[in-house]
């Protein structure tokens, strides 16, 4: 199991990268390490994002309990909730219940890496 965490930022890379096209507008949504915390210790979705700054690939971060200080702090740019070209679920705060909406149009690739929408229609 601590492999599969382990390898989970490189597979959703992957699956960002088969998606991309330049110009696409990626937004990451939540940093932390788990639901409803600020904690981003360990986290796999800042790991995320250090892989696409990695390979050159822009994108945003927003996190409801990550203040943006600490998100630029982290070389990270911060946007606040937009329509995007693709939504990738980083962590599934209660707030992403509301927040998608703004986030999701209808050509949408949306990554969900916490399984938020597999029993939510989008």
Same mark, same amino acid.
């Given at each position: 199991?601590? &492999? ?8 959703? #890379?992957?699956? =960002?990268? !088969?998606?991309? %096209?330049? +110009? ?30 990695? &390979? ?8 409801? #309990?990550?203040? =943006?200080? !600490?998100?630029? %702090?982290? +070389? ?47």
């Amino acid at each position: 199991a601590l &492999k599969e965490n382990e390898d989970m930022p490189m597979y959703t #890379l992957n699956k =960002i990268l !088969k998606v991309y %096209e330049k +110009g696409a507008k990626i937004l990451v949504y939540g940093l932390s390490y788990k639901k409803n915390v600020k904690d981003l210790r360990e986290s796999p979705v800042v790991a995320l994002c250090n892989l696409l700054k990695d &390979k050159n690939v822009p994108f945003c971060v927003y996190d409801p #309990l990550v203040g =943006i200080n !600490k998100i630029e %702090e982290l +070389g990270y740019e911060y946007s606040d909730i937009k329509k995007v070209d693709i939504f990738v679920v980083g962590t599934d705060h209660d707030s992403l219940s509301e927040d998608y909406h703004g986030a999701i149009g209808e050509n949408t690739y949306v990554i969900d890496g916490r399984n938020y929408f597999k029993s939510k229609r989008a």
